[in-house]
Each structure stands twice: as C-alpha cells, then as structure tokens.
C-alpha cells in the first residue's frame, strides 16, 4: 500500500529557509506523480507544488514561484520540498500526496493535476510550518 511521511517543519523568522522531506514506501516510486499541499487555519487545503517522479517535470502555484524548488531522490524515494524567502502566510500545515502518473495526462493543466492529487492521492501526516514576522 502507498505510503507516505511529510517531515521537517518548524518555526522559522520571515525570510528564512525550511527543508521539507516526504518519504514514499510500498509503491514504484518512479512512476508516479508527487505534490505538496498546504492548509493554513480556517483554509482550504492548496496544491503549491508537484513533480514527475519519472520524467521531472515541475510546477509551482504562483505564489511559491522563485522562492520554492521541488525536488526527487529516486534512490531515496523521497520528494523534497526547499523553501527559501519564507513569508508568515506561508504558514501552515504541510502534506505530500501521490498518485500514479496513468491518472495524470502529461498536458493536463496545473489546477486540474492538483485537483486530481487531491481527490484521488494517497497521503501523508502532515508537517507543521510556521513562519513568524
């Protein structure tokens, strides 16, 4: 069964940087596609990040772009999440979720995957992120 650990929250200062790591076991990492979502309190859950587990593709919501890189071990399988520039409406609880890449055409727009990985993700805990002003 698809299994998956989202670590390396914390509390950091405005401007800082946090690690994030999410750990996958019982499935084919490489064939898969792997996101991060946040939930700030009294929010909707929002998809900021994803990638290819098999071909690296990347995308990023707006808000996260040139400040967040997602990134893949394979021999790991782990997905990593680094966050630079930290702004305290990145606050929130952090998750990764996976779904196979069959689920995901390779021209289907941003929103629409994330939904996908939303709907139909396997997940994880998730990793508390609190950057304070």
């Known amino acids: 069964d698809v299994q998956l650990q989202a670590s390396g929250g914390g509390l950091v200062q405005a401007g800082g940087f946090l690690r994030l790591s999410c750990a996958a076991s019982?499935?084919?990492?490489?064939?898969?596609?792997i996101a991060w979502f946040r939930q700030a309190p009294g929010k909707e859950r929002e998809g900021i990040s994803c990638?290819?587990?098999?071909?690296?593709?990347?995308y990023y919501v707006d808000s996260v772009k040139g400040r967040f890189t997602i990134s893949k071990d394979n021999g790991k399988n782990t997905v990593y999440l680094q966050m630079n520039s930290l702004k305290p409406e990145d606050t929130g609880v952090y998750f990764c979720?996976?779904?196979?890449?069959?689920?995901?055409?390779?021209?289907?727009?941003?929103?629409?995957?994330?939904?996908?990985?939303?709907?139909?993700?396997?997940w994880g805990q998730g990793t508390q992120v609190t950057v304070s002003s």
């Open positions: 979720a996976a779904v196979h890449e069959s689920l995901v055409s390779a021209t289907e727009p941003f929103g629409q995957a994330m939904k996908i990985l939303r709907d139909f993700g396997s």
């Open positions: 019982g499935f084919t990492f490489d064939t898969y596609v």
């Open positions: 990638i290819s587990t098999s071909d690296g593709t990347t």
